[in-house]
């Protein structure tokens, strides 16, 4: 695929756009300026947008409606912002930087960032919702939608958590075996990229398993390639619970491999964009 970074951009560039949109409808409502600067902090500055991206095309390989692809996405990145924020929290992973920014929580209070969090995770469900209004829009989008509010509601709302508090219950522990550890990469990274990839099928009513279980691995490949990058940066933080730190990084490549490989040969079978993508970011 010759045209992967333009297409890539494009798509990010839809999203960016749909982001500052919905940031420009919070900014009219006059909200309490501290709490209006927390909601925009990491809105404003996103990073890559892989997830969100990986969304947006997955819901053009099904030919859903662009309305809902773009939006879907928007909302996908809202909520993917609550997770850091909250993530970043003292009573959680205690991250004093995000994304070359102050964590929220440094920047504000911690008070304003769970807060903030809060608002976020709410407001991704108005997203979700917001194109119930338009009476062109076919009957089966919106059924299909809510079919996908459900099934995003139950990994996020538990197994999401889940693997948030295994996370924490396990700081430390480097006796914990390779399974488990890669059951919490799976859950707190992983289900978004499943999710991600399978967007397209859920809300067409189509069988999805087998593309959020791609994304799941793809998520899995994520989190392990920022656990290589932060050897390579000598960022590593000793204390934390990570493939690295338990394993080595011999063996997290190895595995990081392994998992590349065996990803590539089933992604490449759904999509070249997909493709071109774990080639290109991976």
């Not at 009219?28 to 997830?51: A, D, V």
Request: proline share 1%; hydrophobic share 40%; with cysteine.
């Amino acid at each position: 695929m010759n045209n992967f970074n333009k297409l890539f951009d494009t798509y990010r560039n839809k999203i960016i756009d749909g982001i500052n949109e919905e940031l420009k409808y919070i900014q009219s409502l006059s909200l309490y300026p501290k709490f209006n600067r927390s909601i925009r902090y990491f809105l404003e500055t996103p990073g890559k947008l892989i997830r969100s991206v990986l969304l947006l095309r997955s819901g053009k390989i099904q030919m859903i409606p662009e309305e809902i692809c773009i939006k879907s996405a928007v909302a996908f990145e809202f909520f993917q912002i609550f997770t850091l924020i909250h993530d970043d929290l003292p009573a959680l992973d205690n991250d004093y930087f995000r994304r070359g920014k102050k964590s929220l929580h440094i920047e504000f209070d911690e008070s304003t960032a769970i807060l903030a969090g809060d608002s976020l995770s709410i407001y991704t469900f108005k997203l979700l919702t917001s194109f119930f209004e338009n009476k062109t829009i076919k009957k089966k989008y919106l059924k299909g939608i809510l079919n996908f509010i459900n099934i995003f509601s139950k990994y996020t709302g538990l197994y999401l958590i889940e693997g948030q508090i295994k996370d924490i219950e396990n700081k430390g522990n480097f006796s914990i075996d390779q399974k488990e550890i890669l059951d919490i990469y799976k859950k707190k990274t992983g289900l978004f990229f499943g999710l991600a990839l399978a967007f397209g099928k859920i809300v067409n009513l189509k069988s999805w398993i087998k593309e959020f279980n791609i994304g799941v691995d793809l998520g899995v490949l994520f989190q392990l390639k920022d656990d290589l990058d932060e050897y390579y940066e000598e960022k590593v933080k000793k204390d934390e619970l990570s493939y690295l730190n338990v394993f080595g990084f011999e063996k997290t490549k190895e595995i990081y491999n392994d998992i590349f490989l065996r990803l590539e040969k089933k992604i490449i079978k759904i999509d070249d964009f997909f493709y071109y993508l774990v080639k290109n970011f991976f």
